[in-house]
């Protein structure tokens, strides 16, 4: 039989948020973020890639959304607690949903900005 992982301290946790993923904290017990969208289509594009992502890494978040929200929250339920697990899916799903292709310019030039038939997620 596995051994149980053992959570992260706090103190490390927050730490290890500062320096790579600001937009995240940690409240009770749970790493939370809240992305905010421009209406229904963007949360539900926000939902499935968070889903794919949780289904690959095989690490599954909280997820509750609203018409123009969407709340991720992290814990490893195994552990009880906050594991390297968690600060892993975070970044990739931090990676992903904030991706802005226009911004790289490798060419792939990104949703139209300043037009809300094409509207999104609300970039950081």
Do not use: C
Not at 44 to 57: C, F, P, R, S, Y
Request: glycine share 8%.
């Amino acid at each position: 039989m596995a051994e149980r992982e053992k959570p992260m301290e706090e103190a490390e946790v927050k730490a290890w948020l500062e320096t790579n993923l600001p937009q995240w904290a940690l409240l009770d017990g749970w790493l939370r973020r809240t992305y905010k969208t421009s209406g229904w289509k963007g949360t539900l594009m926000v939902i499935n890639t968070v889903g794919h992502l949780a289904e690959a890494a095989w690490h599954h978040p909280d997820i509750t959304a609203s018409y123009a929200w969407v709340e991720v929250r992290l814990v490893t339920h195994s552990a009880k607690g906050i594991t390297m697990k968690d600060l892993l899916l975070a970044q990739k799903i931090e990676e992903v949903v904030q991706w802005q292709p226009g911004l790289e310019g490798k060419g792939l030039e990104g949703t139209p900005q300043g037009d809300q038939r094409f509207a999104y997620i609300k970039y950081d």
